[in-house]
């Protein structure tokens, strides 16, 4: 079956630490994002990219990097910058066009120990 | 700045009652999206709304969109404990390529 998966579910950073949570899609979708949640907020964009080897930031990206070198993984990495990382990171991903929206993934949820 | 309004944020609600949750948007947008969240777990797609009039129904829920009045409802008929979740929507704008998140409405049906 096609979907985003999502690893590891749960995941735990030592200060200074980064750490790098995996999203993998064989859905053939164009475009991928992060989003992170906070707990009783609402979703906000890390980073997004639409192509491979193209990515921009979103409303929050300080503190983040990610890669696209291929069309089916995302990977977003939690640099020691993020001071606050703790929270549950979602992967979506959409088709081109505009007559879709999201699939997600299952979500990470890291804390910070 | 864009903003992407829900309310109420809470809802209580016994079974068998009707409500509707509100989502409002300050762009211009012919695209909105209703999702699910249990707790602990991800978003799972309700609903598309892709035209001002768009209405869908899906059992006990029903969405809508006026992008004239920039908003949007999710109606709930005659509730059933297995609603109780998050409802989020999502606007994306016609010039742009993201969504944007309402805060969410946490609904809990009272048996």
Known sequence: DGGITQS??????KEGQNV???CEQNLNHDAMYWYRQDPGQGLRLIYYSQIVNDFQKGDIAEGYSVSREKK???PLTVTSAQKNPTAFYLCASKPAGVLYGYTFGSGTRLTVV | ELKVEQNPLFLSMQEG??????CNYSTTSDRLYWYRQDPGKSLESLFVLLSNGAV???GRLMASLDTKARLSTLH????VHDLSATYFCAVEPNTGNQFYFGTGTS?????
């Open chain 2, 17 to 22: 009652k009707n409500y509707t949750i509100y």
């Open chain 2, 107 to 111: 609904l809990t049906v009272i048996p």
């Open chain 1, 72 to 74: 089916e993984s995302f």
């Open chain 1, 20 to 22: 790098t949570l995996s």
């Open chain 2, 76 to 79: 709930i008929t005659a509730a």
């Open chain 2, 56 to 58: 869908k129904q899906e």
């Open chain 1, 8 to 13: 590891p579910k749960y995941l735990f950073r």
